[in-house]
Structures are given as C-alpha cells and as structure tokens.
C-alpha cells in the first residue's frame, strides 16, 4: 500500500535541482551610474546610482568583476566613501553612516542619521593611535569609532552650546555647515553664514563633550566653499565668490588672504562650482560647459606667493579625477575621444595613451578617477577608470581598455519586443564563379560529415558546445529568441537584448530624456524633443529621421506599409492640435481618420482629459475624469490592457451557463493615494472611538475608465491604501497590489469584469440571445464588477501577467515582491469568485459552491500562501525590481517574462506546463539510433521466421 501511495505522489511532485537554474532564466547583475570611487589595491570600491536606488560595490580592478555589492534603502542617495585598514565607510541618506567590510561587503556597523537636512561630509581621522570617522550631517559633525561604531562624541554647531562659537557668530544668523577636513589629529569644518565663511576646528574627541577650540568668519558675497589639504603647509579654505573670483586662506589663521585668482581667466569662463576630491588634495573648478582642476601647494613656490596652482588647462567634454594612494597625488584627464594623460601634482608624466572607446556609442566622458600601481619591471603605472555620459563604466589601461560594463542597463525601462531574424546570407557583388561554387559545396559537405560525426559522439558522450547548439537551434525555432528592446532615459542609451540568453545584441546612443516605442514589427521610433529616429530593432543602425517641435504627446493613427503614422498632440485650453508625421502620411491618414476615428488620452495635473480625432488639424475633448482632486493626492500607477490575445468570450460555470466577460480596449487603470487627514464626520457619533478625530485616514483610489466616453466604469476606495501600488488588465480581470498601513502587510485585490450572463438553456441551436455585432463605448452599460482582496506574506513592488500567443494557456499573474523576488500565481488564486464555504450555508449556497469548486476554484481564504515552486526567479534576487513585461512566443506553453530594475532578469515561463515542447538536451541522435537498431531487429526477426516456417515445411 506504501509503494501504490509513493507512486502515486511521484506524478504529482515537481522541483527545480540547482544544476537546473540558469537553464531557461538568466539574470544581468548590474550596478548603476558610478557616482563616488575609491581603490585599493586589486580593488575598486564605487558607490552608484540606478534610479531610485543607490549602491555599494567591490568591482575588481584588474578585471571589472563584481565581488560584492549591496542595495541601499529606496531613494537613500549616496553622499560620500572613505577606506579605513579593513572597511569601506559610506555617508548616505540624511546623515546614514555605515561600514563594510572589504572582503565579502558584510556590514560591519550603523550608526543612525543626525537630525536635520544640510551638506554632508565624510573624513576618516586617525589621532592618539585610534581611528575615528568624522561626519558632517544635520548641521553637526559626529565621531565613532572606525572598527566597532562606537559613538565618541558630536558636536553641534548651536550658539548656546558653545563659547568659540558664540564669540564668532552674530546673533540670529543663519549657519549652514558644507565640508570638513582633518588635520593632524583635528577636524576643520567650514561653513556659510550670511555669506561670510565660517572656520572652526575641532579636537577629535576622547569622551562625549566636543568644543571648538577655536572659530572664525573671513569674506564676503560668497557662492562656494571648500577646504584643500597641501603636502606641506598648512591646509586651504578656499572660497569663490559671486564674482567669480577665488581666495585662499590658511585654514589654521584665516585672518587675511594668502592669495586671490581670477577664477573666469583660470577657467575661461564664469566658475560656478567648486568641489574637492583625492581626499580635498585637489580642487575641481566648474563652469557652464568648461572644468578645471587646481592644487594647494607649498607658499612661496618658484619664488612666488602662489598657494593654488592649475594642473593642466581647461577643457569642455572631457573627464577630469585625481586620487590618492599612500600619500601620493596623480591627477587624470580623458579627452572626448578617450584619449588620457596621467600626471602628478609637480607634472611628471606617469601614463599618456589612448584607449579604443568610441564616443559615438559611449558618450564623452564624465568623470575618471586614476590608480597608481607598481610595475613588475620596476616603476609606478597607472589605469584610469573611466565614466561616460551613457554610465559605461571602463578602465583604461595603456592602449587598451582592460574592462568596460555597460551600466545603462540599470534601470532600463519599457522594453519593445521584436522577432529575431534569422541571420541574412551576405550579399556578394559579383556572382560567384564556378570554382568558388565549386569550393563553397565542398565546404557544405565537410560541414555536414562534420555534424554528423558530432551526432554520433553526442550519442554517448555529449559535449558542452552540442548541448548550447541544440539551446540556441530550439529558441530560433520555438521563437525563444525575440529581442527586448530597451531603453535607459537618463543615459540615452538603446539596447536589443536576446530574451534566450540575456547577451547585447547592439547598442545605440541617442539624445536623454527621449522616449521609445514600436513603429513596425523589425523597427523602434526613439522620441525626443526635437526628433523622430527610427532604428532598426535587428542590428540598432538608423533607418530615418524627422525633426519636430515639442510635443505633448505622440499618438499611433494608422499602420500605413508596414509602419506607423504618428499624431504629434499639442494641448490646448479647449481641445488639441493635431499634426500627422510623418507629414508624407497625410491623406491616408486623412483618409482613415474620416472612417474610423481615434482616441487618446493625456493626464495633467490629476486630470484625466479624453480627446477624439477624426480630421488631421484637431482634436476635439470629449470629457475629462479627476483622479487627483486634491493637491496632496498622487498617481502612482497607470495601467493599460496588455493586449494579448482572447481565446474565448465567455467563461463555462460549473451549471455551464456562461458569463460574458467584459473586454474593452479602451479601458484605462489610474492608482491614486491619499493623504487623507480632512474632515469626515461620522452620520452614527457612536460609532466613533473616544477620543477618535472625524477624519479620513490615508486612502487608495482605484479608477478604471472607459476613455472613448471619458466616464467612470467602476472605482474602488481602499482605506489604509498606501504606495508601492501597480495595477495590471487581462482581458476582464484587473490585479492592483498595495500596501496596507493600517494592517502592515502587502494586499492583492482582484477585480472581474463582466458584461452579463446566458443561463444554460440560453444558448442552443434554437435559442440565441438577442446581441449586437458592434459595441460602442458611449451606449454600452457599466460592467457588473466582482471583487476580492487577498493578502500575501511578503511586500509586493509590482504585478504584470503572462501572455501567450492564442491566449489558451492558463493565465499566470506575476508578483515582483521583496526583496527582489518574482513569483507567478495562478490566476484563479486570486479569482473573486472563489467560494465562501460557511456552516450555516443554506442548501442552494452549498450546490452552488458545489459547482464553483468544479470550475478549479478554491474555497476562498484571506491569506494567499507562495510556495517555492511558484518562484521563477528561484533563489536569485533582483535588485531595485520595479516592472515586469512579457511577451508570447512561437509555443502556445510558453511565455517570456523580462523583469526590470537595477538587475535584468529573463526567463521562460509555463503557465500551463511545457506540453508542446521537448527538452533542449533531449538526445535525438540516440531516438533514431534506438528506431533504426529496432527496425533492423524486426527484419532479422521477419527473417529468421521465414526461415524457421521454410524449415518446418520441409519436414
């Protein structure tokens, strides 16, 4: 009886073996825009920026490979890095100070955020054989200790509290703190007051008390300051005024000026910004569109009293970094053609070459910070790494570039998926002569024996590279092999990814903040402000380009040889013009226009406002729908119909009646959260709590509406509602996660659309229901809406759903939950027509829960549980998830489902199992050698009876 009960689970068990993952899934670990960096050794340690979301990472120096890396919370901005023996420290946030550990990025200490916004500063300090770092945050500087995190003291930059500062600051004046700096055991802060610089200068603390020892105002009508460290000297507190001219002071005395420079004829413009960097050994000077970078050196240099001296010249489109490893200064610069010099401060020459990294891909260079290592030879090298304006990270290393990533993947959004063309056969321009067609069949054949030995191996002994044939020949077959096109904005810069592998297929660099969407089945339409460029999805070469004024808003007219006509929007008080583009598209578009007219929408300023085009001038407002009535309500989420294919009208109840689902195209989904906080008295006072204000709490506002009739379909109000919020539409089924802020949890509620019922007998033969074969927006009733809300265990980030290319596989809903994990649940889980199984249901409730639970509907409960299974992403985590995206394939099983954040993820997903599909490691060369051995058997069998009958005859 065990052994039957045993059999008859192993049908039912389904599991993932590790050696599995990565077989239909990949996953891109990516970083972000390197915004701060500091080296070490074979390391390079950066913090970055993806979005909403920074990072800490370890990359290798030599090679670029990610040792470690680590998420900080959203929208945490990174601020600063410092490297003590064995720790990274980092500032972040509002005053976050945190350490790691060099080796593996464990965190080794928090120390939590000083009260108050201001600049922000970080210095580590070693005095009285300890390290201590030193933070400047809240308009205070805090100490702790570098290994354990202790706190050894803060000082708080308050009049009252301190007598240096009291001598020095006016009564009433308003005190900004910007940077700070340490000095042989102290700490030198500078600040803005009225204008005036504030110097004051701290002893590192040994207990809890933290005085001044000393504080002073220097200057007038100032814009920056800094503080600049000298190899020999005192240090530099360097301001730039509003008219552009620079004064150092000598940051111990600050009483006069040790030398004034006229900042617009260093530069060769205006100066703007001042900033400090190689741990304020070297100061950057910013103007509009030139940078420069200048030194404190020893007084009396060369015989003269210059304290602050250029490195270089000035220069536009071209990075700029310096940095220093033990005591010792080199400065960097790379051209726009990546073309680099490494120097020291004095000007010796430690490295000049020029690197193979194009600008017309990359971008020009932002920022570059040098290494300095030691030769093997005997003497110091250098490598430059490199950020470009499209946030490719790269080093630069002699006439080489050692390493690049391609950090503009982090945060790219809104992919376009295309079909993949199989590779085209070259075009010769002479036709081939007959010993090349000759030779060309000779190679053919070698090519197929080739193969076919390969087959034969592969029978008892397959290879790697057989194994990854096979993979790539079964995606171009079954359609695994589509590519996602994708688009970073802030870095203006285009991908096409292979969904079967996850591999850049190409790369273009177009204009930032432009926009992409689809203009035919192999082309994308890049959208900026001033152009239109279309670029082929197969290889990114650009097919064409139209320039435009500004528009509002683009909207898809008509599919006119293959491509889409354009409307360009603009807004009006009364309406929009209209224009076609390209304007060659006119009079058909015209034409189709006065057939079928089109609509579109455009939300400003909590308003929903539904337009109608019928003629190429104008469009006309049909109405308008306020989603966002109060200045503290926010949109959060925007959801469309995701377009996928519908298998069936109806859905068959378990009586067989059918419910007729409500499909609308034109259906538009609108999130919007509220503060709440205003008046809302109670009609019963005793319903109210004692105590309790008549308010309305925080609140979701679910909105579906119709925008051809610019009306409500149905609005749902969630009390306690609150962001992360996102909304997906299948068909007639509508997934809003949120989060709960009264209950502290992640909640799901489903919404089915319907149009109506036919009872059993409704439809036969002989009966058919009275229906008409159009349906209009402006006629058509409001939808019967069921609904149900659910809850998960974990914070949900987002939800899309799967598609399919008929659309007859099971639908599966897609949940990117925390902290970067993506499930797939079932769409009936989530079904609001699940049955409520209760004990004192009356008969008909039962029979009809009855034939709920024949239609594969689970009895309802509150809780939806998520097992491991139903994780696709397994135990990968994805991190800074934000949206999922999927698209069909060639297999009706099979969809491919694109996960979007600081990571790409990729993976082949069956809703409904793999029941069209056979294995990539299925051995089809062992099939026909087992067929062939068992054919060959039948006939020596048929043989040998022959023969056995022939003999008995002869008996």
């Not at 552009?244 to 530069?267: C, E, H, N, R």
Request: net charge neutral; with cysteine.
């Amino acid at each position: 009886m065990r052994a039957l009960l045993v059999a008859a689970c192993l049908g039912q068990a389904a599991a993932l073996y590790a050696d599995q993952a990565g077989e239909q899934d990949w996953h891109r670990e990516n970083i972000g825009r390197v915004t701060h960096a500091v080296s070490k050794q074979k390391a390079l340690f950066v913090m970055t920026e993806a979005g909403d979301r920074s990072l800490v990472a370890s990359l290798g120096a030599r090679t670029g490979t990610l040792n470690w890396r680590t998420a900080l919370p959203p929208d945490e901005k990174g601020h600063a890095v410092a490297l003590t023996d064995k720790a990274v420290v980092t500032l972040s946030g509002e005053g976050k100070c945190r350490a790691w550990a060099q080796n593996g990025g464990a965190l080794l200490w928090e120390q939590p955020a000083l009260p108050g916004k201001s600049s922000q500063a970080l210095a580590v300090v070693e005095a009285n054989k300890q390290c201590t770092v030193a933070v400047l945050a809240g308009n205070a500087v805090a100490f702790w200790d570098c290994s354990t995190g202790a706190a050894r003291g803060a000082w708080f930059a308050e009049r009252d509290d301190d007598a240096q500062l009291a001598a020095a600051l006016p009564r009433g004046a308003a005190l900004d703190l910007r940077t700070l700096l340490p000095h042989k055991g102290r700490i030198l802060v500078a600040g803005f007051v009225n204008g005036k610089a504030l110097l004051a200068s701290l002893d590192v603390p040994s207990g809890q008390s933290v005085q001044a020892s000393s504080a002073v105002l220097v200057g007038r009508g100032l814009s920056e300051i800094t503080l600049a460290a000298r190899a020999q000297g005192p240090p530099l507190l360097v301001t730039l005024d509003e008219s552009g001219s620079i004064t150092a002071y000598d940051a111990l005395l600050a009483k006069t000026p040790l030398a004034t420079l006229d900042g617009a004829a260093l530069l060769g413009e205006k100066p703007l910004a001042l900033e400090a960097e190689a741990n304020q050994r070297v100061l950057r000077l910013q103007g509009a569109s030139r940078s420069l970078l200048v030194a404190g050196v020893e007084d009396m240099t060369g015989g003269k009293r210059q304290v602050l001296v250029p490195l270089g010249e000035s220069c536009t489109n071209c990075a700029l970094g310096a940095a220093e490893q033990h005591g010792r200064v080199a400065w960097a610069r790379v051209d726009h053609d990546y073309s680099y010099q490494v120097r020291e401060l004095d000007g010796a020459l430690i490295s000049e070459d020029k690197a193979p990294l194009s600008s017309a891909i990359h971008g020009p260079p932002s920022h570059c910070t040098p290494q300095l290592f030691e030769l093997k030879k005997g003497g110091a090298g250098a490598r430059v790494f490199v950020v470009s304006r499209a946030h490719t990270l790269a080093s630069l290393q002699g006439d080489n570039v050692a390493w690049s990533r391609d950090e503009a993947l982090a945060n790219a959004q809104n992919p376009v998926f295309v079909d993949a063309a199989p590779k085209k056969i070259s075009k010769r321009s002479k036709i081939p002569t007959f010993s090349q067609r000759l030779a060309l069949q000779v190679e053919a054949c070698l090519t197929f024996a080739d193969g076919l030995i390969d087959s034969v191996k592969d029978v008892f002994q397959p290879t790697a590279s057989s194994k990854a044939l096979k993979k790539k020949r079964n995606a171009v077959r079954y359609g695994f092999d589509k590519i996602a096109v994708v688009m970073n904005s802030e870095a203006g810069r285009v991908f096409g990814l292979e969904m079967d592998t996850g591999a850049v297929r190409w790369s273009a660099l177009v204009e930032p903040g432009a926009k992409l969407t689809q203009s035919s089945e192999d082309e994308v339409l890049i959208v900026s402000k001033t152009s239109l460029t279309y670029l082929n999805a197969l290889d990114g070469s650009a097919t064409g380009t139209d320039h435009i004024a500004p528009l509002d808003a683009l909207v898809p007219a008509a599919t006119l040889k293959g491509r889409v006509a354009f409307l360009g929007v603009n807004l009006r008080g009364d309406g929009a013009s209209v224009r076609v583009l390209p304007e060659a598209a006119e009079t058909q578009v015209a034409k189709k226009l006065a057939e079928t007219p089109t609509h579109f929408h455009v939300i400003r300023d909590g308003i929903v406002r539904c337009f109608r085009v019928s003629d190429t001038s104008n469009a006309v407002e049909v109405g308008a729908v306020v989603v966002a009535p109060l200045e503290t309500d926010e949109i959060v989420s925007v959801a469309h119909p995701d377009g996928a294919p519908v298998s069936t009208a109806a859905h068959v109840l378990g009586d067989d009646a059918l419910l007729l689902k409500y499909l609308n195209p034109h259906l538009l989904i609108v999130l919007t959260t509220s503060k709440g906080g205003e008046s809302a008295p109670l009609l019963d006072v005793s319903l109210r709590a004692e105590g309790e204000d008549q308010v309305a709490p925080p609140s979701l506002t679910v909105t579906l509406i119709d925008v051809v009739a610019a009306s409500v379909a149905h609005r749902v109000v969630v009390p306690h509602g609150s962001a992360p919020a996102s909304a997906a539409l299948s068909e007639n089924f509508v997934a809003y996660t949120y989060w709960n802020a009264k209950a502290k949890r992640s909640e799901v509620g489903a919404i089915s659309l319907h149009e109506g019922l036919i009872e059993r007998f409704g439809l036969s033969p002989f009966k058919v229901p009275e229906q008409s074969a159009t349906r209009s927006s402006l006629t058509a009733p409001p939808p019967v809406a069921l609904q149900r809300t659910f809850a998960l265990a974990k914070p949900v980030l987002t939800i899309s759903s799967t598609r399919t290319q008929r659309g007859v596989s099971s639908k599966h809903v897609l949940l990117g939950m925390e902290p970067g994990q993506l499930a797939a649940l079932d769409r009936r889980a989530l079904d609001p027509r699940r049955p409520v199984l209760e004990d004192d249901a009356t008969k008909a409730q039962r029979k009809k829960a009855e034939r709920e639970l024949q239609e594969g509907l689970a009895p309802y409960r509150p809780f939806v549980p998520l097992i491991p299974r139903q994780m696709v992403s397994h135990t990968l985590t994805i991190v800074g998830l934000k949206n999922i995206y999927a698209t069909d394939s060639k297999l009706e099983s099979t969809s491919l489902v694109l996960a979007c954040g600081v990571d790409l993820f990729g993976a082949r997903h069956t809703p409904s199992g793999a029941f069209d599909l056979i294995a990539d490691d299925f051995n089809y060369a062992l099939l026909v050698l087992l067929l062939g051995a068992m054919a060959g058997g039948m006939i020596m069998l048929r043989r040998a009876a022959a023969a056995k009958n022939l003999s008995l005859m002869w008996i």
